[in-house]
């Protein structure tokens, strides 16, 4: 059975092709990415040579490629991660994540209907999405899969359209799809460009901690191997046309947090208590900042018996460890391009 991941040289996308490849003999997996600036083959080194495994690189966006590509491999599931999945990069370029998220998700739908529409029975167009599609929550009260989309960042409204784009199908033509919309992730080999990879670099180059203005903002953070170990679940155990809400029981406001990975940084460097919180520097707030991000994950905890195994303290120390022993993944990563994105975000 062939089955395409897409985006599966990113952070999330790495951790599913290896699950998957290691998991499931039987699949043949062909990871499609372009490579942009959070695309990295290091991720995938441990199973680039697998039996069952294929990379292909090339753009969800380029309409005759996708469509040669379900033709040539007849692609019996779809796992959609590929995407332009920045804030910060989407409010200065939004551009880019109409064309990746909303276009590129448009052409694979295209696709698979094409070769699926004969016979839909056995078929499954996973697409993985966001909390942010729902905007923000007020200090109270959780997301469901029944809330109301209501996006406030390019972002967030370019994956909400392929969010619904991906129902269309399904509504108009009878795709089978699956959605589900996750929490903040972190764990190993996530790009620093988000919160807490972006500030472990920093605290280790003793770089100043730079938070978005006053701190209060909440984020409900995941472990990314339960994550992907949901995706694996769903992708198998799903009812079709469904959507589920993963989230990881973990509330924390940034400030809190950067004062924790401050804690534990300091400790495992060796460095003097409080040398790290010293680096926090209060900058210019987002714009259109949603204040808070919270998911009610019991339909997947009750329909499909998932809930995170990994706690946040384990899987911090795991994410700590993990980028202080890969210093070359890290260096590799925050040379060259990243230092522009770096003056132009941060200076
Ligand atoms: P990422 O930015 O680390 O990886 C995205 C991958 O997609 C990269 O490998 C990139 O090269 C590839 N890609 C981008 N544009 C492409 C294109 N046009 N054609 C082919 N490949 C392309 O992202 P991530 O954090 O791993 O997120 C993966 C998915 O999960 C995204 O759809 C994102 O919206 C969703 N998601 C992320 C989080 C999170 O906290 N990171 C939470 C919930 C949902
Ligand atoms: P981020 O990791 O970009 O994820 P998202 O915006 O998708 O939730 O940001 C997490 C939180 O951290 C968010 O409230 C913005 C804040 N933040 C900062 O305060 N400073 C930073 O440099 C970054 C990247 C994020």
């Avoid at 699950?19 to 990295?40: E, I, K, M």
């Avoid at 992708?235 to 990975?261: C, M, R, S």
């Avoid at 707030?285 to 991000?293: A, C, E, I, N, Q």
């Amino acid at each position: 059975m062939n089955i395409l991941v897409t985006g599966g040289a990113g952070f999330i996308g790495s951790h599913v092709v290896r699950r998957l490849v290691n998991s499931y003999p039987n699949y043949h997996v062909f990871n499609l990415d372009t490579l942009t600036y959070a695309g990295n083959l290091e991720n995938l080194k441990d199973i680039e040579s697998s039996r069952n495994y294929t990379f292909i690189k090339g753009n969800i966006c380029d309409t005759d490629f996708i469509n040669a590509l379900f033709i040539k491999y007849q692609f019996q599931g779809v796992v959609h991660l590929a995407a332009e999945s920045h804030v910060d990069r989407s409010i200065t370029g939004p551009l880019a994540f109409v064309k990746t998220n909303v276009l590129g998700t448009v052409n694979l739908l295209s696709a698979a209907k094409s070769i699926w529409e004969k016979d839909f029975r056995g078929k499954r167009f996973y697409h993985i999405s966001t909390d942010e599609v729902y905007g923000s929550l007020g200090n109270t009260g959780l997301f469901s899969e029944t809330t109301a989309y209501n996006p406030s960042s390019p972002y967030s409204a370019s994956k909400a359209s392929s969010d619904h784009f991906v129902r269309a199908y399904g509504e108009t033509y009878g795709l089978p799809y699956l959605i589900s919309n996750c929490s903040n992730n972190y764990g190993p080999n996530q790009f620093p460009e988000k919160l807490i990879p972006l500030f472990l670099n920093n605290i280790i180059i003793k770089q100043p901690l730079p938070v978005y203005g006053d701190g209060n903002y909440t984020r409900d953070w995941l472990y990314v191997l339960d994550h992907a170990r949901a995706i694996d679940l769903i992708f198998h155990n799903g009812k079709n046309t469904e959507t589920y809400n993963i989230g990881g029981f973990n509330e924390w406001k940034n400030i809190d947090l950067v004062k924790l990975l401050c804690k534990q940084m300091d400790q495992k460097l060796g460095r003097p208590a409080g040398e790290s919180e010293k680096l926090i520097t209060y900058v210019k707030d987002r714009p259109g900042h949603d204040l808070r991000y919270a998911i009610d994950a019991s339909k997947i905890k009750k329909e499909l018996g998932w809930e995170p195994s990994v706690t946040f303290e384990e899987g911090l120390a795991k994410t700590i460890d993990w980028y202080l022993t890969n210093g070359p993944w890290l260096n590799s990563v925050t040379s060259g391009k990243y230092q522009e994105y770096y003056e132009k975000q941060y200076k």
